[in-house]
């Protein structure tokens, strides 16, 4: 059974780099058939689409959120990461990390609650 | 990008049906088959329950169906369970520039 793991640091400071990593246990990365990537939701709000990535390195972005946010992929590791820059408090939210077959988001990990205070 | 539009609330009896709307635009869910729904329960991450407007992944529960009509998608749930009682979203894919978009979300509510 496909799993996903999110890490990383759960507060962060005003202006700080946010930086996850999603392990995927149970199937491989580099499949051809599905890209993968982050989607979080500030506490009591919706879903926002942040990033997708395939296992090649090909990279698409939320356009709000495109000039702070890098999305990479270790398929040594099988695992992909998400860095998003000079965060704020709107940026606290729980992460979710994901899979991607064409138009949909099937496998989800348990998410992350990333907070931003000083 | 804005969001699409879902009532904030919908409930019904058990054994009853309660069905959600999810209006976009052209753009996105009138534009392309891939309106997607997912169910929420609190502190919990969001399941797949429709993909490509209609269509139902292994282990989802027949009593969930999606349709679309032009910009707006609908999510049936029919014989309400009380497991059903969670948030609803759901999201299209919106083209080359905006990607992905979500809907606001629907509190389903079991009386």
């Known amino acids: 059974q496909l799993q996903l793991q999110e890490s990383g640091p759960g507060l962060l400071k005003p202006s700080e780099t946010l930086s996850l990593t999603c392990t995927v246990s149970?199937?491989?990365?580099?499949?051809?058939?599905?890209?993968w990537g982050w989607i979080r939701q500030p506490p009591g709000k919706g879903l926002d689409w942040i990033a997708s990535?395939?296992?090649?390195?090909?990279?698409y972005y939320n356009p709000s959120l495109k000039s702070r946010v890098t999305i990479s992929v270790d398929t040594s590791k099988n695992q992909f990461s998400l860095k998003l820059s000079s965060v704020t408090a709107a940026d606290t939210a729980v992460y979710y990390c994901?899979?991607?077959?064409?138009?949909?988001?099937?496998?989800w990990g348990q998410g992350t609650l990333v907070t931003v205070s000083s | 990008q804005s969001a699409l539009t879902q009532p904030p609330s919908a409930s019904g009896s058990p054994g009853q049906s309660v069905t959600i709307s999810c209006t976009g635009t052209?753009?996105?869910?009138?534009?392309?088959?891939?309106v997607s729904w997912y169910q929420q329960h609190p502190g919990k991450a969001p399941k797949l329950m429709i993909y490509?407007?209609?269509k139902r992944p292994s282990g989802v529960p027949d009593r969930f169906s999606g349709s679309k009509s032009g910009n707006t998608a609908s999510l049936t749930v029919s014989g309400l369970q009380a497991e059903d009682e969670a948030d609803y979203y759901c999201?299209?894919?919106?083209?080359?520039?905006?990607?992905?978009?979500f809907g606001t979300g629907t509190k389903v509510t079991v009386l």
């Open positions: 990535i395939y296992y090649t390195g090909s990279t």
């Open positions: 052209s753009s996105d869910v009138g534009g392309y088959n891939y």
């Open positions: 994901f899979r991607q077959p064409l138009g949909t988001f099937d496998y």
């Open positions: 490509e407007d209609s």
């Open positions: 149970g199937g491989s990365i580099s499949s051809s058939s599905y890209y």
């Open positions: 999201s299209s894919y919106a083209g080359s520039n905006i990607f992905y978009v």
